[in-house]
């Protein structure tokens, strides 16, 4: 007999944290090896679930960005929400596109030149095409009570109206049986995930907007109330510094090629790296300097970390996250089975 298996989060609490919904995340290749369509089991695990629940299915062989352009292997390539065992058939659903390479692609988004750096070949998702369904703002499904909003990266209970926040990197943890951070948003995230980069068919914009050094808030010292209150399951620091060095070997330079997020600028700082100071534009300075991160404090000089300094003093050095707790991804979830 073939058996399905996937991850949950139950909707609840943990710690003092509330999780509005239950959270969902399935391997493609336990899913190939249950026999079954993408679909069909989206549709099976979705009928074991009678409250509201986000679904993010992952290719873990596939490659995706962050808000603000870190390349990463592990990607989302379908998203669902459910509510009372069901997915609306209209609203309920959405694949993510693939995205071809191509020099003109690189062209247009300079920071996939860490894909033929970092993860050549592999294939690369991000967020859904709207050419192919007509899609609400913000790259949404819902199904009754159960919102899956920014392609898989941002859920709500729309009856209580309470959210979770799951950044790519924090999911790619609890896929690969990591160890995460639980706290709430607070101000420096909720400034840095507006410091995006422009991408074709994004998480978030599915057209072009908002390139490295600009702010998709452009909303001044109130960036930091957005997301300030919401809870959050994010990669641990340590984790989250190893990509951006990553992205940062590869050529990557913040405020030109990748965004101006303050993760990104403490790394490069303490690393002593270039950092495009005098692109990143006045309203992304605003927003920057309500949490802290001034022109100034990036110029002022510093000994030069090594990267192995830095990571082990990440938790110290990149800032965000409100009164977080680390938990290993063992203790958080329940690896669920269904005989098929």
Known sequence: MAVLRYKLIS??????????????????K???????????????????????????VF?????????????????????AASDHGRINSDFGRLDMAEMEYSPEIVSEEPHLKQWQTLFSGRRLFRGPDPQK?????????????ASNNNSATEMM?????????????????????GEVLIGNTGGVISVGIGMTVAEKFGRVFPTRQFRAGETAHNCG???????????????????????IINALNAGMVPGLHIGCSPAVLSVAKYLGREIDIDNIKDS???????????KKWLQVEQK?????????RADELIPGVDEPFKKKVSELVKVMEINI
């Open 157 to 177: 209970n729309i009856v209580t109206m309470e959210e979770i926040l799951l950044p790519i990197l924090g999911q790619l943890e609890i896929m690969n049986d």
């Open 304 to 312: 030069v970390l090594t990267e192995a300094q830095f990571l082990e």
């Open 11 to 28: 909707e609840g609490k943990v710690g003092k944290y509330t999780v509005p919904l239950n959270i969902i995340f399935v391997d493609s």
């Open 284 to 294: 992304a300075w605003e927003e920057l300097i309500s949490i802290g991160f001034s």
């Open 30 to 56: 336990d899913i190939v090896a249950s026999g079954l369509s993408q679909d069909d089991a989206v549709t099976k695990i979705a009928s074991q679930i009678q409250g509201p629940a986000g679904i993010s």
């Open 221 to 243: 010292e109130y960036a930091q109330t957005l997301k300030k209150e919401i809870p959050c399951i994010v990669a641990t620091k340590r984790t989250l510094a190893k990509a």
């Open 133 to 145: 369904k007509v899609i609400p703002v913000h790259n949404v499904v819902i199904s009754g009570r």
């Open 59 to 79: 290719d873990m062989e596939a490659v995706t960005t962050t808000s603000d352009g870190i390349m990463v292997q592990g990607a989302i390539i379908k998203m």
